[in-house]
């Protein structure tokens, strides 16, 4: 079958593509929807993706806009993925998920999450530890994170203070401490960043009176850890009235990475499909099946390109099929509705030769068949079975009355069943 348009050039499919196209679309939507779902069921305040006054949005957001590349990860086990020496991980309160074991009936931190910050500092990586949940501990490699509340004055309010500038680079900013802010247990091995002098309680003259600690450094074999006991200076509210750009620039040590631990907010990454399509790098693989299967819909939407055949005159009818069997055929083909008819008379013409020139030269049947030809495709093609089914008639009426039986060369050959039911 061809294209019988006159400038014989091929024409596109559309209907397949548009048709993949919606479905792409609306997965994509859904997708985009569960994620979306994902990031908003997270209340745990210090989250990098709640944008309330008690998340950490803006911190990150900030660090992106100053050229930082950050990483919001729901999959804790990324972070053993990243480069440690360019990269600086940021754990921000909340509480690690399946941290637990039972031992003699009794909850116990398991130690995945220690053993996560150890295997990242080993070769080098950054640590930003912001108000740990609960004691954290190295045995292999000495060092401890623990916070003190015990000794905190039940009346203390919000205050600033300042860096130790001995350690800080100049500029550094005061720190804010929310109400009842608890300090770091330290030893020698930590170097003091932010500390301020004890206040003892009037209750308690046994309370020490000691400087505590807020924020300290230590080394840890080739990394470099980082721990503070409160996380209120860098929430939404503290950021937005009290910008702190030069003691941002120093956590992150100048490493052009940063990696956001989410799943201590509560923000998992289910091992679905997503997940292994972000946990295995699978996102080529995935445009390669949405493309075969754009592929797929347009081939059974229709051909894929239409164009005309090289022998204009070729006939396409099948061995035994009659003029309307292959009008049956035509629909099935991917043509044009206005180009129906005219294949058909095409169709026709070819086979019967002789009959299709009688209705075309006959006073009565010509004009019929012209209008029909300029009709749409249902009644065009009912007016065209018309004409053929009176041209045999009238062929069989002549042959009667000839008394010869008309030869096989001139006369419209015999319809075969489909053919009849086609008519």
């Not at 930082?68 to 600086?88: M, P």
């Amino acid at each position: 079958m061809s294209d019988s348009r006159s400038n014989g050039g091929m024409v596109l499919n559309w209907r397949g593509p548009l048709l993949a196209a919606g479905i792409f679309a609306a997965a994509f939507a859904i997708l985009l929807l569960m994620a979306h779902q994902n990031q908003s069921t997270t209340s745990d305040m210090g989250s990098g993706l709640r944008e309330d006054p008690y998340g950490t949005s803006l911190l990150f957001d900030s660090y992106a806009r100053a050229g930082y590349k950050v990483k919001r990860s729901q999959d804790e086990d990324s972070l053993s993925d990243q480069n440690a020496e360019r990269t600086t991980a940021f754990f921000i309160g909340g509480s690690p998920y399946n941290d637990w074991e039972s031992l003699k009936g009794k909850l116990q931190n398991a130690g995945k999450f220690g053993g996560r910050l150890e295997e990242f500092l080993a070769p080098g990586g950054r640590i930003v530890l912001i108000e740990p949940a609960w004691k954290l501990k190295s045995e292999s490699q000495g060092w401890e994170v623990e916070n003190r509340w015990k000794e905190t004055p039940k009346e203390s309010g919000p205050t600033w203070i300042s860096p130790d500038l001995r350690e800080m680079p100049a500029g550094s900013e005061m720190m804010y401490l929310g109400a009842e802010t608890p300090w770091l247990k330290t030893d020698e091995h930590w170097t003091a960043l932010y500390a301020g002098p004890a206040k003892a309680d009037g209750k308690d003259t046994k309370a020490d009176t000691s400087g505590r600690v807020y924020m300290a450094m230590r080394r840890v074999g080739k990394g470099e850890l980082i721990a503070a006991s409160q996380e209120s200076f860098l929430l939404n509210e503290a950021i937005k009235n009290r910008p702190n750009p030069v003691l941002l620039d120093f956590l992150t040590g100048g490493r052009p990475v940063i990696w956001v631990d989410e799943t201590l907010h509560g923000l998992r990454q289910d091992q679905g499909v997503l997940w292994l399509v972000q946990r295995y790098r699978l996102q080529a693989a995935l445009m390669l099946f949405w493309a075969a299967l754009l592929a797929l819909l347009w081939s059974m939407s229709g051909d894929l390109v239409r164009r005309p055949r090289r022998d204009q005159n070729a006939q396409i009818v099948r061995h035994g099929e009659s003029a309307g069997v292959a009008s049956r055929h035509l629909l099935q083909r991917s043509i044009l509705a206005e180009q129906i008819v005219a294949e058909c008379w095409e169709q026709y013409r070819r086979r019967s030769p002789q009959d299709a020139q009688a209705i075309s030269a006959d006073p009565r049947s010509g004009p019929r068949l012209r209008a029909a030809l300029a009709q749409p495709a249902l009644a065009g093609y009912k007016e065209l079975s018309q004409l053929i089914a009176e041209r045999r008639a009238t062929a069989k009426g002549l042959a009667q009355a000839d008394g010869v039986a008309p030869d096989s060369s001139t006369a419209t050959p015999k319809r075969i069943p489909q053919e009849a039911r086609i008519a």
